[in-house]
């Protein structure tokens, strides 16, 4: 089992960089595949990136490429979502998950351990 602890939300001006963090507990971390999913007021929970236990693969989805970076330091437990160049519309509730189905998937049954969240406010 994991905990995922999510920081580094805030409110920011279009154009800006937030980093978010992923604090994970746990001996086994680096068997996970950690994602990072959004919910904006009104809408439903969508993907946003997603990154292998290695590190190697990862996967992002359309509105993000380009913007967000997604990485991990399992020596430290954590994975980062880098997001640059934010818009009003990257404004959401972000929340780190974790799979050990080992894919790098989009799909959000496949993740199992889930944290709070942290908010992201955009301001145009």
């Known amino acids: 089992q994991v905990q995922l602890v999510e920081s580094g939300g805030g409110v920011v001006q279009a154009g800006g960089s937030l980093r978010l963090s992923c604090g994970a507990s746990g001996r086994t971390f680096s068997g996970y595949v950690i994602g990072w999913f959004r919910q904006a007021p009104g809408k439903e929970r969508e993907f946003v990136a997603a990154?292998?236990?290695?590190?190697?693969?990862?996967n992002y989805v359309d509105s993000v490429k380009g913007r967000f970076t997604i990485s991990r330091e399992n020596a430290k437990n954590t994975v980062y979502l880098q997001m640059m160049s934010l818009k009003p519309e990257d404004t959401a509730v972000y929340y780190c998950a974790a799979s050990n189905t080992g894919t790098v998937t989009s799909i959000q049954p496949a993740y199992a351990y889930w944290g709070q969240g942290t908010q992201v406010t955009v301001s145009s």
């Open positions: 990154i292998s236990g290695s590190g190697l693969t990862r």
